[in-house]
C-alpha cells in the first residue's frame, strides 16, 4: 500500500506561479510511475502530467504545455512535484497525485493509488 500526500495548493491570481508536492509513504516509491491529475466541479478527472518511475520521461496534457513541468525526488524525500507558472482561471480544479506500475500513464484506470486532492484555486 503506498500512502499519497499532497500540498502546495492555494488561492492565486491569473500569473501566478504554484508548485504542488506529493509525499509518498513508501520508500518503494521509486518503483512507481507517477501523475498529477485534476477535477473540476462538475467534470471529470483529467490527466495532467506524469513522469516514469526513474524520472527519464515526462507526458502532459496539451493544456498545460509549457507552463507546468513534473519532477520527483527518489533519492532523498519520496516526492513528485508540479511547478505551475502562468497560471490560468481555467486551472482551478482539485489535484490529485498518482501512483501506478501499469500505466497507460494518462489515464485515470492506470493508477493503484491517490491522495485526497489539493485545491488550487486561480482568480482572474
Given at each position: 500500500q503506498v500512502q499519497l500526500v499532497e500540498s502546495g495548493g492555494g488561492l492565486?491570481?491569473?500569473?501566478?506561479?504554484?508548485?504542488?508536492?506529493?509525499?509518498?509513504?513508501?520508500?518503494?516509491?521509486?518503483?512507481?510511475?507517477?501523475?498529477w491529475f485534476r477535477q473540476a466541479p462538475g467534470k471529470e478527472r483529467e490527466f495532467v502530467a506524469a513522469i516514469t518511475w526513474n524520472g527519464g520521461s515526462t507526458y502532459y496534457a496539451d493544456s498545460v504545455k509549457g507552463r507546468f513541468t513534473i519532477s520527483r525526488n527518489n533519492a532523498a524525500k519520496?516526492?513528485?512535484?508540479?511547478?505551475?507558472?502562468?497560471?490560468?482561471?481555467?486551472?482551478t480544479a482539485v489535484y490529485y497525485c498518482a501512483a501506478g506500475s501499469r500505466g497507460p500513464l494518462g489515464v485515470v484506470g492506470g493508477y493503484d493509488?491517490?491522495?485526497?486532492?489539493?485545491?488550487?484555486?486561480?482568480?482572474?
Open positions: 492565486v491570481q491569473a500569473g501566478d506561479s504554484l508548485r504542488l508536492s506529493c509525499a509518498a509513504s513508501r520508500r518503494t516509491f521509486s518503483a512507481y510511475a507517477m501523475a519520496n516526492t513528485v512535484y508540479l511547478q505551475m507558472n502562468m497560471l490560468k482561471a481555467e486551472d493509488y491517490w491522495g485526497q486532492g489539493t485545491q488550487v484555486t486561480v482568480s482572474s
